[in-house]
């Protein structure tokens, strides 16, 4: 079974828009990962955020992490067409260096 | 340049064939994995490894095998075992340090049964 669940399934909104969605996990991580994949592609990670570590940010992306509730946010501010892609989170648990990566989200931005 | 190398990136295979999937690191990673994924589908781990003749099992292992006799290589035999081949397959490796680093990924290879 996957370690993460992504929401919502799908996005669409217009360029200059923020864009947020979620992950949520069951158990015990190390770290959080958000990754893009464009159609056919591998994956490109985005940014990591620690379990000991509340906001991460990179550019226009800002990344949270609650353990309490065990989830995450991604949100994509200003968003461009060149966005348009899925989104995955992916969890190290802890003690163990396995990879655990969601449904993903589907992000469309319109011009 | 330093990358992950997936090779083919379009394979072909006929019904009870067994076919192998080359993924190539040149990173120094030590950890190493394989994941498929089904059109719309996320990721899901087939295998991993954490250091050279070692490797477990992920939510997926079945009609799959992987050996790891190079860290720089961790290529996957899908066997005639498996029966619904047909995926994007994506290999990708990471350092082992800490809570954990980013996962680089290869290109994928598209298999297909015909």
């Known amino acids: 079974s996957q370690q993460g669940e992504e929401d919502p399934q799908a996005l669409s909104i217009q360029e200059g828009e923020n864009a947020t969605m979620n992950c949520s996990y069951k158990?015990?991580?190390?770290?959080l990962q958000w990754y893009r994949q464009n159609s056919g592609r591998g994956l490109v990670h985005l940014i990591l955020i620690r379990s000991n570590e509340r906001e991460k940010h990179s550019g226009r992306l800002r990344v949270t992490l609650d353990t309490s509730k065990k989830s995450s946010s991604l949100l994509i501010t200003a968003s461009r067409a060149a966005d348009t892609a899925s989104y995955f989170c992916a969890t190290a648990f802890s003690n163990d260096y396995k990879l655990s990566f969601g449904a993903g989200t589907t992000v469309t931005v319109r011009a | 340049d330093g990358g992950i190398t997936q090779s083919p990136k379009y394979l072909f295979r006929k019904e009870g064939q067994n076919v192998t999937l080359s993924c190539e690191q040149n990173l120094n990673h030590d950890a190493m994995y394989w994941y498929r994924q089904d059109p719309g589908q996320g990721l899901r781990l087939i295998y991993y490894s954490q250091i050279v003749n070692d490797f477990q099992k992920g939510d997926i292992a079945e009609g799959y095998s992987v050996s790891r006799e190079k860290k720089e290589s961790f290529p996957l035999t899908v066997t005639s075992a498996q029966k619904n081949p047909t995926a994007f397959y994506l290999c990708?490796?990471?350092?082992?340090?800490?809570?954990?680093?980013?996962?680089?990924f290869g290109q994928g290879t598209r298999l297909t049964v015909v």
């Open positions: 990708a490796s990471s350092i082992l340090q800490g809570l954990g680093t980013e996962a680089f």
């Open positions: 158990t015990s991580i190390n770290n």
